[in-house]
């Protein structure tokens, strides 16, 4: 690679899929409760879409799952003993504490992190922040093992800056990169980056969602901002419409998405939409002043008469991919729900008919995720890198023809088809879980970054 790139990090789905119903806000996680999962189908998905992407010449990459059940929190919750008696008494005694800690929702890497590409900080490096993940306990124990994992794929202070979580808290609740979008000319340009939240933390008289929760503050992107030393000038806060939170839109990238200079979106994604799309037209043409044609700006609004956000949530048609396939083509890559809706694959058909650059649809198999409220976008942290900080990059976790093949027969190997609540108490389940970790992270040359590697070695 000569120039800068995107790429993307998807998270392996990790052994210990499952659907408890843990996720308040998120249909599709509360509709599928207790319904049997299959890990093994769910993680070949996962790397078929990330094989697929490979094989169109894009930079693809590979993030694992976390150790789960994660039996160092069960224990700093109380239970005791050994590992087959911590699980025991946490299914007897708590068995929805028990389904946090099993939670395989690491797949969904858009929550992993904020990431700035170093064309837009200060320092000139790419920044990393975790996020806290506060609003939900299942995903709130998740962040310091992110960011080891994070410091394992891209190392070294010459290029990558790590940052700690933002201080978990209800007030700095953050969700990472589901909420929040980059647009530029070229990835190697100064962007515009474009934060989107769901509440004012500290003032109550703002709007806010009245059925379910925003998990996003303004506080915590205001945070973000300041730590990778953004330009405030290219800079763009907007405020997610709490009547779509309402309905289902519990991440920004439930209702838009963006790619350089396109965002594609519902017209009820935003609260004061007009205002914010100013803010971004102009934001980017103070970017690029000399930049006319269909370099501009672009904005594909779907309007509620032609989708409604009912259909948009169940059919996560704006939780998709926008992939540049050239310096002026997009494709746009689906869920299989996108491909059954007969709206809204009628939509897509006219879309990529329509003289804007999104003119082509991938459509993915990913049932497994979208059981649990996980499409295209969610499985994805997009990275920008330079040359250098691509070969800086740990290439291990990089895409290609053996890699896959490998990981395919890591889960062949490992992965159980069937799981469902009451499996999370099998004391096997740790073991054949570590055992495929420690595997893992050989394949991936991370070293030791899980808990139960720390401890044995």
Known sequence: MNKTVEANFDGLV????????????????????????????????????????????????????????????????????????????????????????????????????TVSPSA?????????????????????????????ILKAVFPGEEHFTHHPAITPSSHFGDEGAANHTRFCRDYGDKGVEFFVYGRHSFD??????????????LEASQAIVRNHQLNTRRTVFAQQNPEVIDQGVFHNDVIAVGNRHVLFCHEKAFLNQAQVYNELRSSYRSSYRNTC??????????????????????????????????????????????QSDRQVSAYLEGLVASDNPINDVKVFDLRQSMNNGGGPACLRLRVVLTPEELAATNQACLMDDNLYVTLCQWVEKHYRDRLTEADLADPALVIESRTALDELTGILQLGPVYPFQQVNR
């Open 14 to 113: 990790g052994p210990t899929h499952n659907y408890a119903g843990l996720s308040l806000g998120n249909i599709a996680s509360t509709h599928n409760q207790s319904v049997p999962s299959n890990p093994k189908r769910a993680a070949l998905q996962g790397l078929a879409k990330m094989k697929a992407l490979h094989d169109m010449g894009l930079v693809q990459g590979v993030l694992p799952p976390h150790e789960r059940p994660d039996v160092d929190t069960l224990r700093k919750l109380g239970f005791s003993g050994s590992d087959e008696q911590v699980l025991a008494e946490a299914a007897q005694q708590a068995p929805k504490i028990l389904a946090a800690c099993c939670s395989a929702s690491t797949m969904w890497t858009a929550n992993a992190a």
């Open 204 to 217: 109550d008289a703002r709007p806010a969602p009245t059925k379910f929760p925003a998990r996003q503050t």
């Open 293 to 338: 044609g269909r370099d501009d700006f672009c904005i594909i609004e779907v309007p509620e008469s032609q989708i409604r956000v009912e259909t948009a949530v169940k059919s996560y048609l704006f939780n998709s991919q926008l992939l540049s396939t050239s310096d002026h083509d997009m494709t746009i890559v689906v869920p299989s729900d996108c």
């Open 120 to 148: 837009d900080t200060t320092s000139g490096t790419v920044h990393f922040t975790p996020a806290n993940l506060c609003s939900k306990f299942h995903r709130s124990i998740e962040h310091e093992i992110t960011g080891k």
